[in-house]
């Protein structure tokens, strides 16, 4: 499975953003996809999930703020971030993982370029 991230960029506090990764190879219907981040000097952190049936995750600190979804017949995920903090300032990355929903980073196989995205305040 090869991943591509895309949509990064500059926006203001409490704007919108979205993201979305293109996946390659036919097992993507099979796969976890998720998204994590990764700000300067931090540790990449995870942020959504979907699994194969559509269950979603995410980490507490986007929860009512962001939005993940996949659409199989494009091979494609996506991740709508709404209301914007400069704490949500960080390199996205798209991931994905046979098996079940981890939020674990080591836990994903496949992963795409990462994506910048930066909140001015």
């Known amino acids: 499975v090869q991943l591509q991230a895309f949509g990064g960029g500059l926006v203001q506090a409490g704007g919108s953003l979205s993201l979305s990764c293109a996946a390659s190879g036919r097992y993507f219907i099979n796969c976890v996809v998720a998204w994590f981040r990764q700000a300067p000097g931090k540790e990449r952190e995870f942020v959504a999930a979907?699994?194969?049936?559509?269950?979603?995750s995410y980490a507490d600190s986007v929860k009512g703020r962001f939005a993940i979804s996949r659409d199989n017949a494009k091979n494609t995920v996506s991740l709508e971030m709404n209301s914007l903090k400069p704490e949500d300032t960080a390199v996205y990355y798209c991931a994905a993982r046979f098996g079940t929903t981890s939020t674990y980073q080591n836990h994903y196989a496949y992963w795409g370029q990462g994506t910048q995205v930066t909140v001015s305040s």
């Open positions: 979907s699994s194969r049936s559509g269950a979603i």
